[in-house]
Structures are given as C-alpha cells and as structure tokens.
C-alpha cells in the first residue's frame, strides 16, 4: 500500500472518454468484423498516452488506462474469457433505473456506442484466454509512465 504524509493519494474507477477513432475500431472488434489490428494498436496507445497526461494534469496520482483498449466492462469479457458470446437484447428494452428518466435514457440509448453494441452472455464453458491482451494493456501504461515521478498504476 503507498502512503504519504505530503498529500491524499488519489485515483479514479472506471471507463474515460475514448477518442472516435479508438471507439469505432471497438466497435468492430466489438461485432467481430475485419479491422486493422496494428491501427487499433496504435490507437489505444495514444489514447492510453492521452488519459495518462489528462490524470497527471488533474493530479491524480495513482493511474489508470481509462479502458482504452476495452469497449465496456460488460462486453469486453468475451475477448479475454471463452465461454462469452454477443446476444441481441429484445428490441426496445431499457434499464429498470432509466424508467424515471426517460428522455435521459433516449439520449443513452440512441449514442453511438449502445446502437451498436450487443449485450454479452455467458453461453459455453468459461476459461481465460486474455493474458496476451492484458500484458498489452499493461504495457502502454508502463512506457506511458516511464519518466513520471510519484505515479502509481491501479
């Protein structure tokens, strides 16, 4: 655990604004159709770059990758786990939350990302599959971080 007497060590959960280009290569990966794999890599690592600066600039000090590489936490499991697949929701289906808000949950829904992202569900045997793609992940934000003082990774 790091600990200070000079400040509050702070961080943040969750996924960060992806840059277009990074979300619509996502999104065929997403739907498993052709893309560029050394574009996409490329992608991702700028925008890991990009994230990492915007969380020093803000002082946060213990850092992440913003889950550049990833479309959702929901979907993205079926590229690191077998046993996942994409499922289509019943059409016209919303979240049980957004019921009480329901001109929010249009602007949710008709986004670029949630009119072409399929839900994913467990359909088969589970086994881990994604070491590759977390070693690569791990290593944007080292060569990001290389240089910086005082910054943890989550």
């Not at 893309?35 to 991702?44: H, I, N, R, T």
Request: proline share 4%; aromatic share 8%; net charge positive.
């Amino acid at each position: 655990m790091r600990r200070s007497t000079d400040r509050i060590h702070t961080t943040h959960t969750g996924s960060l604004p992806r840059p277009t280009e990074v979300q619509v290569l996502l999104y065929a990966q997403d739907r498993d159709e052709p893309f560029d794999q050394a574009l996409f890599d490329e992608k991702v690592r700028l925008a890991v770059q990009a994230t990492v600066r915007q969380q020093l600039a803000a002082g946060i000090n213990i850092i992440n990758d913003g889950k550049m590489s990833k479309i959702s936490y929901a979907t993205y499991v079926k590229h690191r786990l077998t046993g996942f697949s994409r499922v289509e929701a019943p059409r016209g289906r919303v979240w049980a939350d957004l019921d009480e808000f329901p001109a929010y949950a249009q602007r949710v829904f008709q986004s670029a990302g949630r009119s072409v992202t399929a839900a994913t569900a467990c359909t088969g045997p589970v086994s881990y599959v994604g070491a590759e793609a977390a070693q690569q992940d791990i290593a944007y934000i080292k060569a990001t971080l290389q240089g910086v003082e005082n910054a943890g990774v989550l």
